[in-house]
């Protein structure tokens, strides 16, 4: 009885902490489908007295959605495919290959991880600035094309793979190129899987690098976008929220079908270093 209890009580605080967990999202789909007078009601009204499928073609009327949909994609698909190259082949260096200074450069290569972003925003403005990718892809994407949290995740992945089958492959022949395509890639997808939903969902909300690199309405991502349907004489939020929902949706789905591989590639460098 006492074991059922403790069962119980674990199960409902789960619960509660997974309510308040998606309460922010569930509000902003129940408050985009509200008339104005509704959210900016008070108290709030947890539920719309309709569904008003106008504020979403308002939406569509004040901002070219889709246009900025198309930019998020492809700035956050070139990027994620990018780093899954740089950090795949960085990775196999470190784990595989043998050369003067390894432990040190890696080392070196880790402690990136560490500054945060913010110190580096302003070297990153002034480069791009001076190359002339202001208000460009380029500008929007190549700062992002390696990531040492990647290549770490990677390296600790490669490292739990068979070394049977690596001493295999080179007394067949194989080099390092052939062993990288023929072994490590096809074994290692649940962690590139992850790596690439984690990269593609973290540069889909960027928000202040493209903010600050970009000038003309056609190169902005949604993000900037959304943020053009507040204005400061007067702001509808149920407007506003049909636009965060018409956001939320790709990242969305992109997480709900690549959770379980973001899980697995999460916790599997954990037991071995």
Same mark, same amino acid.
């Given at each position: 009885?006492?074991?059922?209890?403790?069962?119980?009580?674990?199960?409902?605080?789960?619960?509660?902490?997974?309510?308040?967990?998606?309460?922010?999202?569930?509000?902003?789909?129940s408050a985009s489908f509200m008339t104005n007078a509704e959210s900016a009601s008070f108290p709030p009204k947890l539920l719309p007295g309709g569904l008003h499928w106008e504020n979403y073609i308002q939406v569509l009327k004040q901002i070219p959605v889709g246009q900025f949909l198309a930019n998020s994609f492809l700035v956050s698909g070139t990027i994620m495919l990018g780093q899954l190259v740089t950090a795949s082949l960085a990775a196999y260096a470190f784990a595989y290959m043998r050369f003067p200074g390894k432990n040190f450069l890696?080392?070196?290569?880790?402690?990136? #991880?560490?500054?945060?972003? $913010?110190? &580096?925003?302003?070297?990153?403005? %002034?480069?791009v600035k001076s190359w002339g990718w202001l208000d460009s892809y380029q500008g929007l994407i190549v700062p992002f094309l390696a990531t040492a949290f990647g290549t770490f995740l990677l390296r600790q992945f490669f490292l739990q793979l068979p070394r049977e089958l690596f001493e295999a492959?080179?007394?067949?022949?194989?080099?390092?190129?052939?062993?990288?395509?023929?072994?490590?890639?096809?074994?290692?997808?649940?962690?590139?899987?992850?790596?690439g939903v984690y990269s593609f969902l973290s540069h889909w909300n960027m928000y202040l690098w493209p903010l600050l690199v970009t000038n003309g309405q056609s190169m902005?991502?949604?993000?900037?976008?959304?943020? #053009?349907?507040?204005?400061? $004489?007067? &702001?509808?939020?149920?407007?506003? %929220?049909?636009?965060?929902?018409?956001?939320?949706l790709p990242s969305l789905v992109l997480l709900l079908l690549g959770l379980k591989q973001l899980v697995r590639g999460m916790t599997a460098g954990a037991i071995k270093g």
């Open positions: 009885m006492s074991s059922r209890l403790q069962n119980a009580f674990v199960y409902a605080v789960l619960i509660v902490a997974a309510v308040l967990t998606l309460y922010p999202v569930l509000y902003t789909v890696f080392a070196l290569f880790l402690s990136t #991880m560490m500054i945060p972003w $913010e110190v &580096t925003i302003i070297p990153n403005y %002034l480069t492959a080179k007394i067949d022949g194989c080099g390092h190129l052939r062993s990288f395509a023929r072994l490590v890639l096809p074994l290692a997808k649940p962690a590139l899987a992850t790596l902005r991502t949604v993000q900037i976008g959304i943020s #053009m349907l507040q204005f400061e $004489e007067l &702001t509808y939020w149920n407007v506003v %929220l049909a636009g965060v929902v018409t956001v939320l």
